[in-house]
């Protein structure tokens, strides 16, 4: 098993980019130009690699190497945007990867590119990429062209050195499951287990019982031997359950409007441990959006844009408002699910505002809001 946190080192300490990996500050996948330049590093990186994985580090400072870490992001459907728009697409994986030092919400982007050996290609435009367009890497320089490309092996030697030198042992294990508990006060549980004696997974959460329901929120979880964060949430509610070699997350959503609530299944994550010694993820959209009162929503909706008109001329707003505050997103959210016009729009225009906020509750609330509409529109 490779030790991601250590082959992220060698990888930063091996040199400048190259034609094997790259590395980013962040990426946006939320705009046409975003996912065209993604799109752009994740073909140049496959047809430079026919023979062997690639990488791109996201959450470096560039110019001195700095580690600064980024958002957690679970878009486990990222390989649909890939299939897309990419002919020969490769698999690609995005694993989170926890820093020590880091703040407790701040994890590096490790994305692994595996090799196909096929000449990979836009299949249609996207921004300024027009279909057909070829791009791979001179050095730590993203080319393209449009004719014929022959694909060369340069790397395989260099990128199996540095994974093996990336392989996990006891020492790390140990390391990692005692980091784990250290980061982790009582009150959140921290909690191990072995899977197929070969996986160490540790989770935490606050756990509390609803009815007849036990929910965990601010759920931390981590496979320890990859050191790779499969789930972080600073808000939601969560099931656990698990077997001898399954480990199922049933991730929960509270929406509210007026009276009326209610907790939503919003996502399962099954984590199914092989003999092999490898292990599948597999997830499952559970979500349902809620319908309410169309008079009820304008209502709601109309409450939320004096509150953003407030925040943008910087006037005060009463105790009320405040309370509505914290419910901002989500309530546009419940509004971009009923179909409300321009909902959306009003949301992504509140973000600057949310979070300049010094509570960042608001701010946490409005990245849950869009995470789930994200979800949402993958389905």
């Not at 509505?324 to 997103?329: N, P, V």
Request: glycine letters at 2%; charged letters at 30%; one cysteine or more.
């Amino acid at each position: 098993m490779i030790n991601k946190r250590l082959l992220i080192k060698n990888l930063l300490a091996y040199n400048d980019e190259n034609s094997f990996y790259d590395k980013k500050e962040r990426v946006s996948l939320d705009t046409k130009e975003g996912k065209a330049k993604f799109l752009k590093h994740i073909c140049a990186l496959s047809n430079s690699n026919p023979e062997n994985n690639s990488y791109i580090v996201i959450g470096v400072e560039d110019q001195f190497n700095k580690i600064e870490g980024v958002d957690f992001f679970d878009d486990s459907k990222i390989q649909n945007l890939i299939n897309s728009y990419l002919e020969n697409p490769p698999k690609v994986q995005y694993e989170n990867i926890p820093f020590p030092r880091l703040p407790k919400y701040k994890v590096v982007g490790l994305v692994t590119i595996h090799p196909i050996n096929n000449v990979t290609y836009l299949k249609k435009t996207i921004w300024k990429y027009v279909k057909g367009r070829i791009f791979f890497r001179r050095g730590s320089n993203s080319m393209s062209t449009l004719g014929k490309f022959e694909l060369k092996n340069t790397n395989k030697e260099i990128v199996e050195s540095l994974e093996k030198n990336a392989s996990n042992n006891i020492e790390l294990t140990l390391n990692g499951v005692f980091d784990f508990f250290n980061r982790h006060k009582e009150e959140f549980n921290p909690t191990y287990k072995v899977f197929n004696e070969q996986f160490v997974l540790c989770w935490a959460g606050q756990k509390k019982i609803v009815g007849d329901k036990i929910f965990y929120s601010r759920v931390d979880i981590e496979l320890i031997n990859e050191q790779v964060r499969l789930f972080y949430s600073a808000l939601d509610d969560v099931k656990i359950e698990f077997n001898k070699q399954s480990f199922i997350i049933t991730e929960y959503v509270f929406l509210r409007i007026n009276e009326e609530f209610d907790y939503y299944p919003l996502e399962k994550t099954v984590i199914h441990f092989k003999e092999n010694g490898k292990h599948d993820i597999a997830t499952e959209l559970l979500f349902q959006p809620p319908q309410f009162e169309k008079s009820v929503l304008h209502h709601v909706y109309n409450n939320c844009n004096t509150i953003l008109n407030k925040l943008k001329k910087n006037l005060p707003l009463s105790e009320i408002e405040k309370n509505d505050l914290e419910e901002l997103a989500t309530n546009y959210m419940i509004c971009v699910l009923n179909e409300i016009p321009k909902a959306l729009i009003k949301l992504k225009e509140a973000k600057l505002y949310l979070k300049n906020l010094e509570d960042k509750t608001s701010y946490i609330k409005y990245k849950e809001a869009v995470r789930i509409l994200r979800k949402v529109n993958y389905q």
